[in-house]
T-cell receptor
């Protein structure tokens, strides 16, 4: 397996624009997590899914943020409208609960909102 | 609730020095504990893990022991290299299947 794949790796957008980040988890993993990393706040869990169903979105900062997982092999994190304070690195991770191994992270998407 | 506390960084060491990065946790039940490493421009990678009390995780010369009595999981390496320069995250895998991460400790090793 190629691991967790995120796209794009880098995104620069203007304030007010819609941004969509994408994630392809490892095949067979039943949990998917979205994290945000900033210098000020460190690594924050935004939302996680189990079998494509959102379980806990308490970390989503505002209604401008939304996440979906339409099937087991794809998830999106959308920010609409984007603001400069959303600039961060966004990571997706997936986990196989049945094997109880560690969570595997993607390379991240570095988002810059200007 | 569950939480992880890591020592503040950055930590700057000379090559071949001994490394300790402290990590303590608060948790109900019996969580698994992890150390992840993040190299510049990359995602997090698992460095080592321990799934029960007194377990020792080890990898690439790094070690950490799951100490339930002191609720700690300190990371150690006997002789660091320049290539170990990275950010290290302590993490707790909780019963609700959420990973809780510490704030990260940046390590810089000088030649």
């Amino acid at each position: 397996d190629a691991g967790v794949i995120q796209s794009p790796r880098h995104e620069v957008t203007e304030m007010g624009q819609e941004v969509t980040l994408r994630c392809k988890p490892i095949s067979g993993h039943d949990y998917l997590f979205w994290y945000r990393q900033t210098m000020m706040r460190g690594l924050e869990l935004l939302i996680y899914f189990n079998n494509n169903v959102p379980i806990d979105d308490s970390g989503m900062p505002e209604d401008r943020f939304s996440a979906k997982m339409p099937n087991a092999s794809f998830s999106t994190l959308k920010i609409q409208p984007s603001e400069p304070r959303d600039s961060a690195v966004y990571f997706c991770a997936s986990w196989d609960r049945g094997r109880n191994t560690e969570a595997f992270f993607g390379q991240g998407t570095r988002l810059t909102v200007v | 609730g569950n939480s992880v506390t890591q020592m503040e960084g950055p930590v700057t060491l000379s090559e071949e020095a001994f490394l300790t990065i402290n990590c303590t946790y608060t948790a109900t039940g019996y969580p698994s504990l992890f150390w992840y490493v993040q190299y510049p421009g990359e995602g997090l990678q698992l460095l080592l893990k321990a799934t029960k009390a007194d377990d020792k995780g080890s990898n690439k010369g790094f070690e950490a022991t799951y100490r339930k009595e002191t609720t700690s999981f300190h990371l150690e390496k006997g002789s660091v290299q320049v290539s170990d320069s990275a950010v290290y995250f302590c993490a707790l895998g909780s019963g609700t299947y959420k990973y809780i991460f510490g704030t990260g400790t940046r390590l810089k090793v000088l030649a």
